[in-house]
């Protein structure tokens, strides 16, 4: 497959440990990354540049949805034709990102959503299982999409898709607002099957109970803005 | 004896309200016809009182104890737009440091376009 026109965003914080990992892999399947360094404290800049990635990195930190932007207009700059996101903590495997972008080029759909419960799961804790419900149900009330996995950091866009896309949510909402600008957009979406690993390493540094809470204000904080 | 203390303290804010007027005019008005004001309740605070019995409300204590409330939630408010306004600047600056000073990795050892390797 050729990959030339693929860009792989990946947003991170403090994942020196992993991201050298991460963008190697992704290199067996991808020619061009772009690892968006949200004021690490680490060396995560320096480990991404040396696994070969492109770097940007934020002079502030900004949070995962600030970076995912700023990504986007680094790959849209480079002339990418399909761009990925991909978290860096090594929970999504580079094959489902692979299979996505085929997906994509195949079907005639604008965004490709990996679902971890069309899929499989590998050390999920229920917690997680019960707050990624609440997600699901947040989404088909708030924009009516029947998706099966709201949450999921790892997409497939097109180019035109990713242009129409301007994340305001600098935070972690941006998962929601993204969905929320392809129910606004009418874009046309398929959902893949993905396998997600949750390591302790990425267990640890996911989302808490509160975290969900803050996302619930910050959507709730944006609502009022656009009414 | 705290009348004279207020008082004064009402003048310095009046005086301060008079030299921002250029710089921030809709403040300045604000703070300067509320200091009048605060000046006017100090000096005869039955006037506070006869205020408050004509609109309704027990005591002239209460009713600028309402009034500040009010006062300070628009402030809030007026702050609250200000810092998201200054974040999205902050966004666009960081975002506009960071593609400016991307580094792209060394190049691999690739044969040119072809991806079959």
Redesign the interface.
């Known amino acids: 497959?050729?990959?030339?026109s693929v860009w792989v965003v990946v947003p991170a914080f403090d994942e020196a440990s992993v991201i050298g990992t991460t963008v190697r892999s992704l290199?067996t399947r991808f020619?061009n990354i772009?690892v968006?360094d949200d004021k690490s404290r680490d060396a995560t800049?320096e480990v991404a540049?040396?696994?070969?990635?492109?770097?940007?990195?934020?002079?502030?930190n900004?949070g995962q949805g600030?970076a995912l932007?700023?990504g986007f207009?680094?790959a849209l700059?480079q002339g990418a034709q399909i761009i990925v996101t991909f978290d860096a903590d090594g929970q999504h495997r580079v094959q489902d990102a692979s299979a996505m972008v085929a997906a994509l080029r195949r079907s005639a759909v604008d965004i490709v959503l990996a679902s971890r419960f069309l899929g499989a799961t590998v050390g999920m804790p229920r917690s997680r299982r019960f707050m990624l419900g609440l997600g699901t149900w947040y989404t088909r009330l708030t924009t009516g999409l029947a998706l099966t996995d709201t949450h999921n950091g790892l997409r497939a866009m097109t180019r035109e898709t990713v242009s129409r896309l301007r994340l305001?949510q600098?935070r972690m909402a941006h998962a929601s607002e993204i969905l929320a600008l392809v129910a606004e957009f009418g874009l046309r979406y398929v959902e893949h099957p993905v396998t997600v690993v949750y390591t302790s390493y990425s267990r640890a540094k996911g989302q808490r109970f509160t975290g969900a809470f803050r996302v619930l204000v910050d959507l709730f904080v944006r609502r009022m803005y656009r009414s | 004896m705290i009348n004279l203390a207020l008082a004064a303290a009402l003048i310095l804010v009046l005086l301060y309200a008079l030299t921002q007027r250029r710089r921030a005019s809709r403040v300045a008005l604000g703070m300067g016809v509320l200091s009048v004001i605060g000046l006017g309740l100090v000096l005869a605070p039955e006037t506070a009182n006869a205020l408050a019995e004509s609109v309704g409300v027990g005591r002239g204590a209460d009713l600028i104890l309402y009034c500040f409330v009010a006062l300070v939630l628009a402030a809030v408010l007026n702050v609250h737009l200000r810092l998201r306004a200054e974040h999205e600047t902050t966004t666009e600056l960081a975002r506009t440091i960071a593609l400016l000073s991307a580094r792209r990795p060394e190049p691999r050892n690739r044969d040119g376009d072809d991806p079959a390797i």
């Open positions: 497959m050729k990959t030339g290199l020619d772009v968006v800049a540049l040396a696994a070969g990635a492109h770097v940007c990195r934020h002079p502030v900004l600030a932007q700023t207009d680094y700059q305001r600098n």
